[in-house]
């Protein structure tokens, strides 16, 4: 079943604004991973959080993970324009060999 | 190095006919995954193999789903008697491992539209 919930479903920023999505989750997890999907280069993976982390960066994108309220957020700072796409979070459950994505975050930027 | 190939990139079939759907996974990759991806939806696991362990096929929706792979090479993911609920994208990924899901690196998909 599917885990991920990410909120907002849809966010439309200013280039060079922040832009901050958040997901939820039911089970225990192994890991967190964010993907991003637009149309020119299908599906990438951002990053991945483990269990045991509680924030990691990446260039310019920041994730935080509260295993106790069983939650994620994804924090793109100085967005741009090529930014603009779906982003959707992962978790990798226990005992599973699989990941269970979300619905997804559309983000567009606006130049 | 090459990523994640599938074929083909759209297919339109009619309702009723059987299609084949193709993935050549990242070589020396064991983890190969199919999903699908409904229009404006998340990602929806099919089946994954790793290695030569009987592959986890939990996630077909019906008995007109089918997939293959040849060790640790090529999978081909089947469809019969295909039905319009079946017109989503098809998506494969691969892993460099397979029991805890690392990094999934996908291919472009395959648009399947049934009419």
């Known amino acids: 079943s599917q885990q991920g919930e990410e909120d907002p479903q849809a966010l439309s920023i200013q280039e060079g604004e922040n832009a901050t999505m958040n997901c939820s989750y039911k089970?225990?997890?192994?890991?967190l991973q964010w993907y991003r999907q637009n149309s020119g280069r299908g599906l990438v993976h951002l990053i991945l959080?483990?269990?045991?982390?509680r924030e990691k960066h990446s260039g310019r994108l920041r994730v935080t993970l509260d295993t106790s309220k069983k939650s994620s957020s994804l924090l793109i700072t100085a967005s741009r324009a090529a930014d603009t796409a779906s982003y959707f979070c992962?978790?990798?459950?226990?005992?599973?060999?699989?990941?269970?994505f979300g619905k997804g975050n559309q983000v567009v930027v606006i130049p | 190095g090459a990523g994640v190939s599938q074929s083909p990139s759209n297919k339109v079939t009619e309702k009723g006919k059987d299609v084949e759907l193709r993935c050549d996974p990242i070589?020396?990759?064991?983890?190969l995954y199919w999903y699908r991806q409904r229009l404006g939806q998340g990602l929806e696991f099919l089946i994954y193999?790793?290695?030569?362990?009987?592959?986890?096929k939990s996630g077909l929706p019906s008995d007109r789903f089918s997939a293959e792979r040849t060790g640790e090479s090529v999978s081909t993911l089947t469809i019969q008697r295909t039905q319009q609920e079946d017109s989503a994208v098809y998506l494969c990924?691969?892993?460099?491992?397979?029991?805890?899901?690392?990094?999934?690196?996908f291919g472009p998909g395959t648009r399947l539209t049934v009419t």
């Open positions: 959080i483990r269990s045991n982390e």
């Open positions: 992962a978790t990798d459950d226990y005992g599973n060999n699989r990941l269970a």
């Open positions: 193999f790793q290695g030569n362990s009987a592959p986890d």
């Open positions: 089970t225990s997890i192994n890991n």
């Open positions: 990924a691969s892993s460099a491992r397979g029991r805890q899901s690392y990094e999934q690196y």
């Open positions: 070589s020396g990759h064991t983890a």
